[in-house]
T-cell receptor, first 112, second 114 residues
Framework: KNEVEQSPQNLTAQEGEFITINCSYS?????LHWLQQHPGGGIVSLFM???GKKKHGRLIATINIQEKHSSLHITASHPRDSAVYIC??????????????FGKGTLLTVNP | KAGVTQTPRYLIKTRGQQVTLSCSPI?????VSWYQQTPGQGLQFLFE???????NKGNFPGRFSGRQFSNSRSEMNVSTLELGDSALYLC?????????????FGEGSWLTVV
């Protein structure tokens, strides 16, 4: 079993829909990252969470440390949100234990 | 300010050859990390450098190596290339590599081994 599991693997939505992508992990972490990757390869860091909830525009990320679970929500989805969304967990607080372990990603397609 | 720059963007190599990829971090960033992305395995951590020292290493064979220079620029090298090394290699930089430091990724280097 992978240390980081994402669901769903693929998600198709209509423009305007509310979207949720889930991430579960099985190890102790110091932080969790949500990343966005568009075709062509470039990756953008959306959020880094160690507790609670963060919001940026139409994106909301939450984390429950006790349940080892995080969700990424997109409100009022738009075709430009179409991308692969990747959850990554960070172990250690920097220094010798810094590394990221990634989920397999969720391919989101938003149709107009 | 300029983002993370990786060169070359695309390259084709033959099995058995070696390859060197370069990464210039955002100015002032001292932590540089490298990742391999393949369709089968997804993203995997290769190694991280901070102030010219390798701080952590992923589970890759010794054919994969890297280094960081005093200006924080980093290179990674893959020797004796295998077909399975075909991948997108991504570099990322952050201020110190720890908590509360946003990670910035480069566009990646696409390596094809034939």
């Amino acid at each position: 079993k992978n240390e980081v599991e994402q669901s769903p693997q693929n998600l198709t939505a209509q423009e305007g829909e509310f979207i949720t992508i889930n991430c579960s992990y099985s190890v102790g972490i110091s932080a969790l990252h949500w990343l966005q990757q568009h075709p062509g390869g470039g990756i953008v860091s959306l959020f880094m969470l160690s507790s609670g909830k963060k919001k940026h525009g139409r994106l909301i990320a939450t984390i429950n440390i006790q349940e080892k679970h995080s969700s990424l929500h997109i409100t009022a989805s738009h075709p430009r949100d179409s991308a692969v969304y990747i959850c990554a967990v960070q172990r250690g607080s920097g220094g010798s234990n810094y590394k990221l372990t990634f989920g397999k990603g969720t391919l989101l397609t938003v149709n107009p | 300010k300029a983002g993370v720059t990786q060169t070359p963007r695309y390259l084709i190599k033959t099995r058995g050859q070696q390859v060197t990829l370069s990464c210039s971090p955002i100015s002032g960033h001292r932590s540089v990390s490298w990742y391999q992305q393949t369709p089968g395995q997804g993203l995997q951590f290769l190694f991280e450098y901070f102030s010219e020292t390798q701080r952590n290493k992923g589970n890759f064979p010794g054919r994969f190596s890297g280094r960081q220079f005093s200006n924080s620029r980093s290179e990674m090298n893959v020797s004796t290339l295998e077909l399975g090394d075909s991948a997108l290699y991504l570099c990322a930089s952050s201020l110190y590599g720890g908590l509360a430091n946003t990670i910035y990724f480069g566009e990646g280097s696409w390596l094809t081994v034939v």
